[in-house]
């Protein structure tokens, strides 16, 4: 058995993507090992070139060529050398393939065209940078989306999950004295609005934690009616929007997106990305 792994991740674009698998793989072998990535390899003399280095260096091969003849030739040459050679993507082709009748396009680098997607996509994260924690309601009508939240629910993160799919996002807090802006109480029924609220244990831990720091108003007894007095502001201001109200004490931001983009049919638009 080889006290050392060597991997070579070749593809016709830049090769990022058999880089990544390489490298996800062969962390989970505790073994020495080596991965040297290949990156425009277009033609059939540079395939050669490859094999005779992983013959000499006993390496194994995983490419990412979305050309059929180039990826053919690699593997017809792989085999006849006695190389491990492994098409990475061609398993979900033909898994993609069978379930939708559609032939691939075969176009290489589509993870690195900048294209409408792309531009949607960055459109969307600055929109949401910009409306972050009730800032530019100017501009709040022009939101895919309204997140309304107490302390300590994810708002900003959970934002930006969305954002980066495609979606602009103002998120806008709630604490004890929050009044409904009417910027925001226009857009009732027009523009989508989840409001977000935790566990009331877990509110009043976070609110001991600070009490040292708050004044508690005179019609307030104790930190228990505090933390009680402003979750039943959020919920009568969630009732008026007829928000979509989440409680995230348990649950993690990707689901949470995914409840939220499912209950309003909300159209991802997934760019395409660096891996």
Same mark, same amino acid.
């Given at each position: 058995?080889?006290?050392?792994?060597?991997?070579?991740?070749?593809?016709?674009?830049?090769?990022?993507t058999a880089e990544k698998i390489a490298v996800?793989?062969?962390?989970?072998?505790?073994?020495?090992?080596?991965?040297?990535?290949?990156?425009?390899?277009?033609?059939?003399?540079?395939?050669?070139?490859?094999?005779?280095?992983?013959?000499?260096?006993? +390496?194994?091969?995983?490419?990412?060529?979305?050309?059929?003849?180039?990826?053919?030739?690699?593997?017809?040459? +792989?085999?006849?050398?006695?190389?491990?050679?492994?098409?990475?993507?061609?398993?979900?082709?033909?898994?993609?393939?069978?379930?939708?009748?559609?032939?691939?396009?075969?176009?290489?680098?589509?993870?690195?065209?900048?294209?409408?997607?792309?531009?949607?996509?960055?459109? +969307?994260?600055?929109?949401?940078?910009?409306?972050?924690?009730?800032?530019? %309601?100017?501009?709040?009508?022009?939101?895919?989306?309204?997140?309304?939240?107490?302390?300590?629910?994810?708002?900003?993160?959970?934002? %930006?999950?969305?954002?980066?799919?495609? %979606?602009?996002?103002?998120?806008?807090?709630?604490?004890?004295?929050?009044?409904?802006?009417?910027?925001? %109480?226009?857009?009732?029924?027009?523009?989508?609005?989840?409001?977000?609220?935790?566990?009331?244990?877990?509110?009043?831990?976070?609110?001991?934690?600070?009490?040292?720091?708050?004044?508690?108003?005179?019609?307030?007894?104790?930190?228990?009616?505090?933390?009680?007095?402003?979750?039943?502001?959020?919920?009568?201001?969630?009732?008026?929007?007829?928000?979509?109200?989440?409680?995230?004490?348990?649950?993690?931001?990707?689901?949470?997106?995914?409840?939220?983009?499912?209950?309003?049919?909300?159209?991802?638009?997934?760019?395409?990305?660096?891996?």
């Open positions: 058995m080889s006290g050392e792994l060597h991997i070579f991740a070749v593809s016709d674009s830049v090769g990022e996800a793989s062969v962390l989970q072998f505790d073994i020495e090992r080596s991965i040297t990535r290949f990156s425009r390899v277009t033609k059939e003399d540079q395939v050669m070139q490859i094999i005779n280095r992983a013959m000499d260096e006993d +390496a194994i091969i995983i490419y990412t060529m979305v050309k059929p003849q180039l990826a053919d030739f690699m593997e017809n040459k +792989a085999k006849e050398n006695g190389v491990t050679a492994v098409n990475v993507m061609q398993p979900l082709f033909n898994a993609i393939q069978t379930k939708t009748g559609l032939e691939p396009t075969n176009i290489i680098g589509l993870t690195h065209k900048k294209d409408d997607e792309y531009f949607n996509r960055v459109k +969307a994260i600055e929109y949401t940078i910009d409306h972050d924690n009730g800032i530019n %309601m100017d501009t709040i009508h022009e939101a895919n989306l309204i997140i309304l939240g107490l302390p300590r629910t994810s708002k900003s993160p959970l934002s %930006m999950h969305l954002a980066n799919l495609g %979606m602009k996002v103002a998120n806008f807090p709630i604490v004890m004295d929050t009044e409904i802006p009417k910027e925001i %109480m226009e857009l009732k029924g027009k523009v989508p609005m989840v409001g977000l609220t935790i566990d009331i244990d877990t509110l009043l831990e976070l609110r001991k934690e600070r009490a040292r720091s708050f004044d508690l108003t005179q019609d307030i007894d104790s930190l228990d009616d505090l933390v009680a007095e402003e979750l039943d502001n959020a919920y009568r201001i969630y009732a008026k929007l007829k928000c979509l109200v989440i409680d995230v004490t348990l649950i993690d931001i990707e689901e949470i997106a995914s409840s939220i983009t499912h209950k309003f049919n909300l159209p991802l638009k997934v760019s395409h990305h660096r891996f």
